[in-house]
């Protein structure tokens, strides 16, 4: 029987690079594959943690949903929806935060970032942290643990979390027999954290990242800012230790990527590597480019779409709810 796979990506700022390879792009090679029952789905919630404004945060999710169909995902061959579509998902969030211990939120890697940087500061150590940003541990367990995801991919840095349903879970259950899943993470090879434009991870927060549709003359300009070193043109290069090859295989042919190989092993200078990187994302951007486009202009046929995948999405969350408040007690 295929396995139920789920992934969420957060209305925060523009999609990039980094989230296409990362978690898109294995996410629809998953789905296609026949091999699991997808579920993939717009974590607007997850954003209210850090956007506050109306508009904003409207248009990032709806850019969210309009990316994953720009890029090819079949609505009908996963349940597609949007978080807050999904009532269900926020009550189990509550249930579940009764059984995840303070502690195991100090823990969390958001949280502690957030502390470490206002230390740092000479801040108190809680300025600017909301109670969504420090239980958000416990909505992404709600996320995955109500439809029994057994596997989630994600970045190296999120594995975490994963843990952390895992904890969640493992406490319901000892308390009331076995109801939930214990999901597993899987990490895609070679691209688990993908520098950014200055070296760094590839993240909103370093404001270094390439969005993911941007226009052709924006899109090479950046391409030109990823960070290299002096070596030059004729020296050997390793493709293995190079983000502009990294970035270039994910929208390259095979064929193009083995020449590019060859070039990095004979001495390749790096504005002729920026360049071919240009030619080859540009040319994969070019039909998902304007169907973003479309979409966005149209928010009644993206609302339709997740409407309907809330329908699935709803008829998986709802009777699971049913079945958990049983066993806590509740009359239903």
């Known amino acids: 029987m295929a396995k139920t796979i789920l992934t969420g990506i957060k209305p925060t700022g523009q999609i990039h690079l980094g989230n296409y390879i990362g978690a898109i792009k294995p996410a629809l090679e998953l789905a296609d594959s026949g091999e699991y029952r997808a579920a993939y789905f717009v974590a607007d919630y997850h954003g209210l943690t850090k956007i506050h404004d109306g508009a904003e945060f409207n248009e990032l999710s709806y850019g969210i949903a309009a990316t994953w169909l720009a890029l090819g995902l079949n609505p009908d061959k996963v349940i597609f929806y949007r978080q807050s579509d999904i009532p269900e998902i926020f009550e189990l969030n509550w249930i579940l935060s009764c059984f995840a211990s303070k502690g195991l939120m100090n823990r969390a890697h958001a949280y502690k970032a957030a502390v470490e940087a206002n230390k740092i500061a000479g801040k108190d150590a809680d300025f600017g942290v909301n109670m969504g940003l420090f239980n958000y541990p416990v909505l992404m367990a709600a996320d995955i643990l109500m439809f029994k995801a057994e596997v989630v991919p994600v970045g190296k840095d999120q594995i975490q979390h994963i843990e952390i349903a895992r904890d969640i879970a493992e406490s319901f259950n000892h308390h009331y027999g076995e109801t939930f899943l214990l999901p597993e993470y899987t990490v895609q090879k070679d691209t688990a954290v993908l520098p950014g434009l200055d070296g760094r991870k590839m993240s909103k927060s370093y404001n270094n990242t390439i969005p993911l549709f941007e226009e052709p ?79 966005m202009s149209s928010p009644e046929t993206v609302d339709k779409i997740l409407q309907e995948g809330a329908e699935k999405a709803r008829a998986v969350s709802a009777p699971f709810l049913k079945e958990i408040k049983r066993k806590i007690g509740f009359s239903v």
Request: charged fraction near 35%; charge should be positive; proline fraction near 6%.
């Open 217 to 295: 003359g924006k899109l090479q300009k950046l391409i030109n800012k990823i960070k290299t070193d002096s070596r030059p043109p004729e020296a050997p290069k390793d493709p293995q230790s190079s983000v502009l090859f990294m970035l270039y295989k994910e929208f390259a042919s095979e064929l193009e990527v083995e020449n590019m190989r060859a070039e990095y092993q004979k001495g390749i200078g790096w504005g002729e590597v920026k360049k071919e990187l240009f030619h080859a994302m540009n040319r994969f951007m070019e039909e998902p480019r304007e169907k973003y486009k479309e979409l």
